[in-house]
């Protein structure tokens, strides 16, 4: 299980956990659900939607590495790391940052 976690917007720093068939955000003093009741939408930021994916990865770069980041961000080698901007039910927004098995379980959850 590698690191995933929220990196901006609702529960914003939040460790994000999963099993074989559902994924939720630890957060105190209750755990948050991510599935197609909690969430009206989302939106996987990748190479296919390049306008969104170099700001999303410059922006974190910056905000990991400063100045440099935002150029290791953009150009960044490919990785088995999705960000994913989702929206909430109740209008909140999350971008996320899941690791590769932690996405497969998020978008059968999303079904």
């Not at 995933?4 to 956990?17: R, T």
């Not at 630890?26 to 990748?46: A, F, G, H, R, W």
């Not at 939607?49 to 100045?67: E, H, I, P, R, T």
């Amino acid at each position: 299980m590698g690191k995933s976690y929220v990196i901006e917007g609702q529960y914003k720093n939040n460790k994000i956990d999963y099993g074989n068939t559902r994924i939720w955000i630890k957060c105190e003093p209750y755990s948050q659900t991510m599935n197609k009741l909690s969430i009206s939408s989302y939106t996987v930021i990748d190479e296919s939607n390049k306008d969104q994916y170099s700001f999303w990865k410059g922006a974190l770069g910056v905000a990991l590495f400063g100045g440099f980041g935002a150029i290791a961000g953009v150009g960044g080698k490919k990785s088995n790391e999705y960000l994913v901007a989702v929206e909430w039910k109740d209008g909140e927004k999350s971008l996320l940052s899941l690791d590769e098995d932690a996405y497969k379980v998020f978008v059968k959850s999303m079904f």
